[in-house]
């Protein structure tokens, strides 16, 4: 496909549907299933879980280390080869808040509910809650931000994450 017919293509609705179905199926396959993780070698630490359907790609690659609890990724969409949607995320996580932190995920992408690209306003699991709190919660903003986190039963904070990004078209 030529670049201006990419450029017409990615004005109509029906394109934005299909970033917004790619990113639905590829995270629903990705960090919040038990998915087996790749990595790359030329970022020590990393993670990545590669998705593709038609011409529609998507990758999402994060770092974790061993001296603290941070972690920091981007998610990138791709309509034939051609990034089209991006976000990225950094924050960091005690280990008995990420089961919580999955299940709000999944349980807002299993429902294809756009509510900032994560998860609800708010989720209970296992004792911890998750809230997120988005920028901009219309359907499909052009550009969002938000933070995420995860709050023990005592209320403080187990985990979060600060996000941004957008369309990229």
């Not at 038990?34 to 020590?44: A, F, I, W």
């Not at 790609?57 to 949607?85: F, H, K, Q």
Request: glycine share 10%; net charge negative; charged share 25%.
């Amino acid at each position: 496909m030529k670049i201006k017919e990419l450029k017409e293509l990615a004005k109509t609705w029906s394109f934005r549907h299909g970033i917004m179905d790619t990113f639905f199926e590829a995270m629903l396959s990705g960090y919040a299933s038990d998915v087996k993780k790749g990595t790359m070698s030329e970022l020590p630490g990393s993670k990545m879980i590669p998705y593709a359907c038609g011409s529609w790609e998507a990758v999402d690659t994060y770092l974790v280390t061993p001296l603290c609890n941070r972690s920091g990724g981007m998610t990138v969409i791709s309509y034939e080869e051609i990034p089209v949607w991006m976000m990225s995320y950094f924050g960091e996580y005690d280990k008995e808040a990420i089961p919580c932190l999955k299940a709000a995920l999944r349980h807002l992408y299993e429902r294809e509910n756009f509510y900032g690209w994560r998860g609800p306003d708010i989720f209970r699991h296992g004792g911890f809650t998750y809230r997120n709190s988005p920028d901009n919660t219309s359907s499909m903003p052009d550009h969002f931000t938000g933070i995420e986190e995860v709050c023990g039963i005592d209320g403080t904070v187990k985990g979060w994450h600060r996000y941004h990004g957008g369309f990229m078209i």
